[in-house]
């Protein structure tokens, strides 16, 4: 969509894309979890997303399908549930289930990843488990977060680390990790190409589909108009960073109102001598 004004590449990448959808469980290989591929397609990209403190990965699933429809392989393990959720284990749990995707002939056979073409995502603590993961497995081509919060090890040194493109999506009315205190700096400290976003009126659990009982613990709900530009953002995003599609680039250079660009670098400064 060469031409077109983010407005417009926002609407199309709302929507489903041309690929029908299948899903799978993890559990299958081993990993509980879900998994959604278009129906074929050999070489694909593919993403790990790590879901947020207490989420079951079922709130992610319209997200999960809407990346497959437009050809990403979109996988999310679904361990590290309970209230000591460790980071660094559902880093690890990423990377494995990236190891899952690229190492097993997905569907019926006719689906396969490349793995020159991997990304990990996440929410919340998922998104600070997934900057930990980016951190130390050189397969990983990009990083997006939701919405992330520091956690331990730290999100915030491991992203000195992280040379890749990251894209980091902030929640506004987040009192759960204020932008200022967690995204805005995970996105400073980046080491490679690095954008930040802030969706008005978004809270924390504002990505997460549904509803479910963390939320009488947690700030916020499931909201429409956030995972709407989620969808489409991290469509764009991925698209063009692991497949080098710039047919949405637009939607990933302007500033929006419904996502306002807070800060943008092509790439960390290299320090002088």
Not at 77 to 84: A, F, H, I, K
Not at 179 to 189: F, R, W, Y
């Amino acid at each position: 969509m060469s031409g077109y004004s983010a407005k417009q590449v926002l609407d199309r990448l709302s929507r489903p894309g041309p690929h029908p959808v299948l899903r799978g469980d993890l559990a299958l290989v081993g990993l509980p979890g879900l998994v959604y591929t278009p129906e074929e397609g050999l070489g694909l990209p593919a993403v790990a997303f790590g879901h947020g403190w207490l989420q079951p990965v079922t709130r992610y699933r319209a997200l999960l399908r809407h990346l497959a429809s437009w050809g990403v392989v979109a996988a999310a393990p679904g361990t590290q549930r309970g209230p000591l959720m460790s980071a660094r284990l559902l880093a690890a749990n990423l990377s494995t289930t990236l190891d899952v995707c690229t190492g097993v002939r997905l569907g019926t056979g006719g689906i396969s990843v490349d793995a020159s073409r991997l990304a990990v995502a996440g929410h919340s603590m998922g998104g600070g488990a997934a900057v930990l993961a980016a951190s130390t497995d050189e397969r990983v081509r990009a990083v997006v977060t939701l919405a992330a919060t520091e956690t331990r090890p730290s999100a915030l040194d491991a992203a000195r680390e992280v040379t890749v493109p990251g894209l980091h999506l902030a929640a506004a009315e987040d009192r759960i990790a204020p932008p200022v205190g967690h995204a805005t700096a995970i996105a400073e400290a980046w080491a490679g190409p690095v954008q930040l976003r802030l969706l008005p009126k978004t809270s924390h659990l504002g990505f997460a589909e549904g509803r479910h009982w963390s939320e009488l613990l947690l700030d916020g709900k499931g909201e429409r108009a956030a995972q709407k530009l989620s969808k489409a953002l991290v469509t764009a995003f991925l698209l063009r960073t692991l497949t080098k599609d710039k047919r949405w680039d637009a939607l990933l250079e302007e500033d929006l109102k419904s996502a306002t660009l807070l800060f943008h670098r092509a790439a960390h400064p290299t320090p002088t001598t």
